[in-house]
Structure formats: C-alpha cells, structure tokens
C-alpha cells in the first residue's frame, strides 16, 4: 500500500464549471476526511465518512459541495458551479477507528484547485 | 468548542540552533489528543509528533519534543539542533477524544513558518 492517492494533482477550471476530485484512502482505514486548504493557512475540516456513512459536514461546505464514499473505500469530492473562492489545495486523509490513533491521519498530497 | 492558536505567524533560526514554536489550545472535554505536523513546500502533510491528554510524560520523537503544559493548555514543540531540512509550516492540531468512535475530527492552527539560516 503506497499511502493515500489523490487525483487529480492539479485541475485549473473556469468558473461556473463542476469539478470532481477522488481520494484513495489506505485500504484497511475506514475513515476518510476532506480538508481544504489555502495558502498560508492551516487545513480547514470539511466532512467524513466512517466506512460509506457521512458523519459529519462543515458549516464551510455549501450545497455546491457534496462528497460520497459508495463502497467505503474510495471517496469523491464535487464542486459544482465552481467559484474563484474555491481556488485552494484540498486535502484527503484517512484513519482506522478503533485502533491505536496515535499518529492521528495518513495524509495524501492533495489536489490544487484554480478557478480562473 | 476545541480551539487551536498559533502566534508566530514566522520566525527565522540559525541551524544548529534549537527552535520553540508556540501551540495554545482550548477544550471542554478532558480527553484530547495534540499533534503536530510539518509540512514542506511540496505540500505533503507529516506526522511529526503526538501528546495524550492523559499522557505522564512529555512525548519525544528524536530531535522533536512536545512541551505539554496541561494547566496552561500549551502544547509547545520543540527541535533541537535544526537543520536547513526544517525549513517548512509547521502545524498544531487536536483531536477531542482519544480513539475510537469518540475521537473526533482533527483542527489545525493557522500554522508557523520555520526557515533555517545556514
């Protein structure tokens, strides 16, 4: 297992369009979390999923945003009606619950969104 | 509602030098965890080092040490003889809860950025 995957690396998108962003967790882990990030500043939570359930969304995320995890494993992220405020790096991690949790997440090296 | 404070927005250090850079943090529940991650200019967030609330001693992780004051709610992270590969953010983030279903998400402070002088 190579770690968390994220694709796209870099998606450049005019605004208005929808973007959809896909995260692979590490296959034993049954959570999964969305932060963004943007520059200069600290990851911001976005929601998770236990297995396929969401569990919780962020204030931040608004109805343009919806995130699914179908089987448990891999989660998507979509962005519909793209807005330049939109334009940061987003951030998938994983974890196993019930566990020891000392290492807290396995990040992956994100995706950077620019909306022009 | 957990709360994660970072003052030194950057600071600069002579390598070699050991660095201490400020973590305060606010929570209601007994049980959290406090982390710190590095993350270097390509992006990637590391895992650097990890203090339970109900943790005895300060952890330590090689060159990395937490300075945990638990009365004060500082979580200070220490680096002791820097090197020019220090040079990153550095984040402090916490958890409410310890593990399992009642461990929560994790928050991040706004972050410190360290750069090494050779």
């Known amino acids: 297992d190579t770690g968390v995957s994220q694709d796209p690396r870099h998606k450049i998108t005019k605004r208005g369009q929808n973007v959809t962003f896909r995260c692979d967790p590490i296959s034993e882990h049954n959570r999964l979390y969305w932060y963004r990030q943007t520059l200069g500043q600290g990851p911001e939570f976005l929601t998770y999923?236990?297995?396929?359930?969401?569990?919780?969304k962020s204030r931040l995320l608004s109805d343009r945003f919806s995130a699914e995890r179908p089987k448990g494993s891999f989660s998507t992220l979509e962005i519909q009606r793209t807005e330049q405020g939109d334009s940061a790096m987003y951030l998938c991690?994983?974890?196993?619950?019930?566990?020891?949790?000392?290492?807290?997440?396995?990040f992956g090296s994100g995706t950077r969104l620019t909306v022009v | 509602a957990q709360k994660i404070t970072q003052t030194q927005p950057g600071m600069f250090v002579q390598e070699k030098e050991a660095v201490t850079l400020d973590c305060t943090y606010d929570?209601?529940?007994?049980?959290?965890?406090l982390f710190w991650y590095k993350q270097p200019s390509s992006g990637e967030m590391i895992f650097l080092i990890y203090q339970g609330s109900y943790d005895q001693q300060n952890a330590t992780e090689g060159r990395y040490s937490l300075n945990f004051q638990k009365a004060r709610k500082s979580a200070n992270l220490v680096i002791s003889a820097s090197q020019l590969g220090d040079s990153a953010m550095y984040f402090c983030a916490m958890r409410e809860g310890v593990r399992g279903s009642s461990a929560s998400k994790i928050i991040f402070g706004s972050g410190t950025r360290l750069s090494i002088r050779p």
């Open positions: 929570t209601s529940d007994p049980s959290y965890g």
């Open positions: 991690a994983s974890s196993l619950v019930n566990a020891e949790t000392n290492y807290g997440y396995t």
């Open positions: 999923f236990q297995n396929e359930a969401q569990l919780e």
